[in-house]
């Protein structure tokens, strides 16, 4: 699909979509518990789908409804017999997440996926798997495991993604007696795996945690605990709100709903750093509103925010000097090389982007309009950065692979539509 962006006047109110990152968590959760969860403010992107339809496979039942979805879990009755493949679509989450777990079925399961996943490091759960004895098969078209994870304590480096963490911490407490994990420092992207452990919560499982004075974290998970039903309400996204916010402090007049002021999701910074660069942010009780600011550039830490990259790329061509974006590194790992896909798309604006390392750099200046087809690199965060970038330059722009937007947002043209962008989809020629 091409989006066609013309020359647009802003304004308005948005609400942002529900948070993909706690949504996973909390349909994870409400399929290990025994008994019915109903989970409201949930939106169906290709993400969460993938999610729903694996834990079907681990026995759950799910009820969709237009904004809300039912989970009724197995429990303690056991795992069913998994007799085709775990489609994980392209999302690292539900990978990530599910590996431990299906182990747990004691059974050879084979996960398939689409796009990048694969290219995707799991060296992590392979040496997990290796070390206790078991066969952990990852290939470029797939990944099986074979055997059930046994308890103990397990040791990860915090310089990789919290999924690896995450989905551990979701097994163990359904193994047979208590297990550890301690997470070396430096310790990275914490506030996903706190999210983790809050919804563990609030489904009734315990974790102690306690943090050493070299910075690493032990986690202990008492077993075999019952994960227990849960009716709650899925918070907005914040990594998805940086794109209007962003938007708003560039072209003015923006208001977002939806957002938890005491969320424990580390992209809540992004607030932060629009405050930083002089952004003028007003507005309480879930309201804010982003007006138009001249910006300053600054000195950004991707560490623990690593999904705000290309919003915070987008910014960096705005601002007055140069805004340096530092630990970036993992932005190569995603549905794209988020690094080079920036560096070549917001070239064809005339910006000036470099990279060295795990450091990027990028000088604010005047945007031209780009003489040839953006290109979504089929990755969703990609797209929206072009977007709000097109936008806020008074550009008229057309991406190519628009659709990618897809795994996360579904609804993102139209959110921009109401706020007065001029936005045409069509099939790509």
């Not at 208590?178 to 990275?188: G, H, K, M, Q």
């Not at 607030?271 to 942010?281: A, E, F, P, V, Y």
């Not at 309201?287 to 960096?316: H, M, V, Y």
Request: a positive charge.
């Amino acid at each position: 699909m091409d989006a066609k962006i013309s020359v647009s006047r802003l304004g308005g109110t948005a609400a942002v979509p529900p948070s993909k990152s706690a949504a996973h968590r909390a349909v994870l959760c409400a399929a290990l518990a025994g008994g019915t969860s109903r989970i409201e403010n949930i939106a169906y992107s290709q993400d969460i789908r993938a999610t729903l339809g694996a834990v079907q496979q681990l026995g759950a039942r799910v009820a969709e409804e237009p904004d809300a979805v039912t989970v009724t879990g197995r429990g303690t009755e056991g795992f069913p017999t998994v007799t085709r493949p775990v489609f994980c679509n392209e999302s690292g989450s539900t990978l990530r997440f599910l590996i431990p777990l299906f182990s747990l079925t004691a059974q050879k399961v084979r996960f398939t996926g689409a796009g990048r996943l694969f290219a995707r490091p799991q060296e992590v759960y392979h040496l997990l798997f290796s070390r206790q004895g078991l066969r952990f098969e990852h290939r470029e078209d797939g990944i099986t495991i074979f055997g059930r994870l046994s308890p103990g304590g397990f040791t990860l480096p915090g310089d990789v993604s919290s999924q690896f963490i995450s989905g551990l911490l979701f097994a163990a407490p359904l193994m047979e007696s208590v297990s550890t994990i301690e997470v070396l420092a430096p310790y990275e992207s914490r506030s996903y795996v706190d999210m983790t452990l809050d919804a563990m919560q609030k489904f009734g499982v315990k974790v102690t945690q306690r943090q050493r004075k070299d910075g690493s974290v032990l986690y202990r998970i008492p077993a075999p605990q019952r994960y227990t039903p849960c009716d709650l309400q899925v918070e907005g996204d914040y990594s998805q709100a940086a794109f209007l916010a962003v938007l708003g402090v560039l072209a003015g007049g923006i208001s977002v709903t939806g957002l938890q002021a005491a969320s424990r999701q580390g992209d809540r910074v992004i607030l932060d750093i629009l405050k930083r660069c002089g952004g003028k942010i007003t507005g309480t009780g879930g309201t804010l509103r982003f007006a138009r600011s001249l910006l300053k550039a600054t000195e950004i830490d991707l560490a623990d925010c690593p999904d705000l990259g290309p919003a915070l790329f987008a910014l960096g061509c705005f601002c007055n000097g140069t805004t340096v974006i530092r630990n970036a590194g993992r932005l190569r790992l995603k549905e794209s090389d988020r690094i080079a896909a920036m560096q070549e798309e917001l070239a064809k604006f005339g910006a000036q982007v470099t990279a060295e390392g795990d450091t990027v750099s990028i000088r604010g200046g005047a945007l031209h309009r780009p003489e040839v087809p953006l290109q979504g690199h089929n990755d969703h965060r990609i797209v929206m950065a072009l977007a709000v970038t097109a936008l806020a330059a008074g550009q008229p722009a057309v991406i190519r692979g628009a659709e990618a937007v897809n795994k996360s947002w579904p609804d993102f043209f139209e959110a921009l539509r109401a706020l007065g962008a001029k936005i045409d989809t069509e099939p790509t020629a």
